[in-house]
């Protein structure tokens, strides 16, 4: 009986080797958030959570995050940068 890798166990392993070879990381500006919540829309892996009340978005789970950029391109606040 074999048993073959299923889309999140690919997913977990690919996101370790994704953030050795680029060595990027996700820098945060609360302050300049305003409640867009693009971020948390195209994030692939779950880093951001809406705060409806305070009209910002919290980036958790940092080290889940793969540095992808989407975030970033999509802040029209510019309130995230890869770096």
């Known amino acids: 009986m074999t048993t073959e890798p299923t889309l999140l166990s690919s ?3 690919n996101l370790e080797l994704a953030r050795k070879l680029r060595k990027l990381e996700i820098h945060f500006y609360p302050d ?3 409640g867009v919540w693009q971020c948390y829309e195209v ?4 880093c951001w959570t809406p705060d409806y009340e305070k009209r910002v978005v919290i980036f958790q789970d940092a080290e889940r995050c793969i540095a992808c950029g989407a975030c970033v391109l999509q802040c029209p606040e510019k309130a995230i940068e890869l770096r």
Do not use: S
Request: charged fraction near 30%; glycine fraction near 10%.
């Open 11 to 13: 997913l977990t392993e």
């Open 32 to 34: 300049r958030c305003r």
């Open 43 to 46: 994030c692939p892996v779950g």
